[in-house]
Nanobody, 122 residues
Framework: QVQLVESGGGSVQAGGSLRLSCAAS????????MAWFRQVAGKEREGVAG???????SYAAFVKGRFTISKDNAKNTLYLQMNSLKPEDTGLYYC????????????????WGQGTQVTVSL
């Protein structure tokens, strides 16, 4: 059974940093396309960053160089390093995975984690 478990969320002041982790199990991690999403108050869930099975990376425009997605295949873990955080980054952050390539383009993800809360205050 595929499981994705996020951690690393918390409360920080504007300008601060957090690193989110997503521990994956139950599938051949290296072959999956993975991504981070977030649910911000008053908005639909939106993609933040994605990394395909070939290592290609995509970011949402609002990231603007502040966030970095990476993965450690040996640890079956996906990361999101978030710097220069803003209050508008406050929300529930999810990781997602799909066995197909180009998941960031298709928007299709078979598996989702439960999310980790990020709160950024002034």
């Amino acid at each position: 059974q595929v499981q994705l478990v996020e951690s690393g969320g918390g409360s920080v002041q504007a300008g601060g940093s957090l690193r989110l982790s997503c521990a994956a199990s139950g599938y051949t991690y290296n072959n999956y396309c993975m991504a981070w999403f977030r649910q911000v108050a008053g908005k639909e869930r939106e993609g933040v960053a994605g990394i395909d099975s070939d290592g290609s990376i995509s970011y949402a425009a609002f990231v603007k160089g502040r966030f970095t997605i990476s993965k450690d295949n040996a640890k079956n873990t996906l990361y999101l390093q978030m710097n220069s955080l803003k209050p508008e980054d406050t929300g529930l952050y999810y990781c997602a995975a799909d066995p197909s390539r180009l998941c960031w383009v298709s928007g299709t993800f078979a598996y989702w984690g439960q999310g980790t809360q990020v709160t950024v205050s002034l």
